[in-house]
């Protein structure tokens, strides 16, 4: 781990914001020249700090105004194994995200759905037919607000 200045932490929070600002245009509200941000960015980078910058798609703007967490318990944890049931959930298009975590579930997988029907058949169709799938708890997202992360 590299020591972070208040510059880093600075730099770090605008990017949080927006990471498609140009190095120029961050470093003018820093203070700081282009090349400067852009040395700053680069180290960030090497340190694995930075790891990419993603584009964050609208699912609502692209017609899929349902999102919902689901908490999946693996029915037989020693016939299916991790692996497979990971290659076949992640190869629904409608599963934004595969997380193993630890607790009362094994996954938690985050559903974008056109609408409640739309999840619904998702759901029975595709994700309740995986190989090894027990148990499953649904959370259907309310609001969600955006939060930077934690930048000292």
Known sequence: MIDLDDLDRALLRALARDAAQSAGA?????????????RRIRKLESAGILKGRKLRLNAEALGFGVTVFLGVKLATKGRVSLEDFERAVSAIPEVQRVEHVLGLYDYRLRVVARDLPDF???LRRRIMTLPGVGEVEANVLLSEERRPGPIG
Not at 26 to 38: C, E, F, H, V
């Open 26 to 38: 961050l470093g003018r509200g820093l203070g700081l020249s282009q090349p400067a941000t852009w």
């Open 120 to 122: 619904e058949r998702v």
